[in-house]
C-alpha cells in the first residue's frame, strides 16, 4: 500500500488550497478513504473521509462547511478541497485508508496558514 499526498503550502488566512493523495497497492475503489492532520504539539485528528463509491461523506465538526473531500476512483485519487483557511487549519496533512486490522498513512503534506 502506498498513498503519496501533495498540494501543501503556505498559505493566507481566508485562502483555499486543493490536497491530493494518489493511491497504490490496493484496491482502492473499495476502500473508504480518509484526511487527518496533526497541529505542532497536537495528536493526530480526524479531518475527513468518503465512502468507497463517494457518495457518503463525514466531516469533523472544525472544517465543516469548509472542507470538501472527493474521489476519482478511475484516477485512484482522494482530494481535499479546503476553503477559507484559518490559522488552526496549520497541520501536517494525512492521506489514510485501513485494511483488516492494518492502518496505512502517507507521508504527509504541509499546510500553513498565516499572514
Known amino acids: ?66 472542507f470538501a473531500i472527493s474521489r476519482d476512483n478511475a484516477k485512484r485519487m482522494v482530494f481535499l478541497q479546503m476553503n477559507n483557511l484559518k490559522p488552526e487549519d496549520t497541520a501536517l496533512y494525512y492521506c489514510n485508508t485501513r485494511s483488516g486490522p492494518y492502518d496505512y498513512w502517507g507521508q504527509g503534506t504541509q499546510v500553513t496558514v498565516s499572514s
Do not use: H, N
Request: charged share 20%; proline share 3%; with cysteine.
Open 1 to 66: 500500500v502506498q498513498l503519496v499526498e501533495s498540494g501543501g503550502a503556505l498559505v493566507q488566512p481566508g485562502g483555499s488550497l486543493r490536497l491530493s493523495c494518489a493511491a497504490s497497492g490496493f484496491t482502492f475503489s473499495s476502500a473508504t478513504m480518509r484526511w487527518y492532520r496533526r497541529a505542532p504539539g497536537k495528536d493526530r485528528e480526524f479531518v475527513a473521509d468518503i465512502s468507497s463509491g463517494g457518495g457518503l461523506t463525514d466531516y469533523a465538526d472544525a472544517v465543516k462547511g469548509r
